[in-house]
């Protein structure tokens, strides 16, 4: 098995299981900062499956693996905006639900 394909099986357990709890949070309360993170949730997942994608060799008009080719700039498009999107509407979104105790 090739270790691309490891790896990307791996990660897609929790990349899934963050989808659908970010899923949930947006489904129980629709609000700008459960929106941000579901799609910060999705961007991690596209990166999962981008790199399942390489392993296996799908799309071969993409040239998987090449420096400037479309999967590099989508992999690393959907990093950056899943690293930054999904911290930042789980922490607001925490912050606006939080109960103060003297309140």
Not at 46 to 69: D, F, K, N
């Amino acid at each position: 098995m090739n270790i691309t394909l490891l790896k990307g099986l791996i990660a897609c357990v929790p990349a899934t299981l963050w989808l659908l709890w970010s899923a949930a949070g947006f489904f129980r309360g629709r609000t700008v900062w459960s929106v941000l993170q579901l799609l910060g949730a999705g961007c991690l997942l596209m990166v999962v499956i981008t790199h399942i994608c390489e392993a296996l060799q799908l799309l071969p008009w993409m040239h998987w693996g090449a420096e400037h080719s479309v999967d590099h700039y989508l992999d690393l498009s959907s990093a950056v905006l899943g690293v930054m999107l999904l911290p930042l509407g789980y922490l607001c979104q925490r912050r606006r639900t939080r109960r103060f105790p003297f309140n």
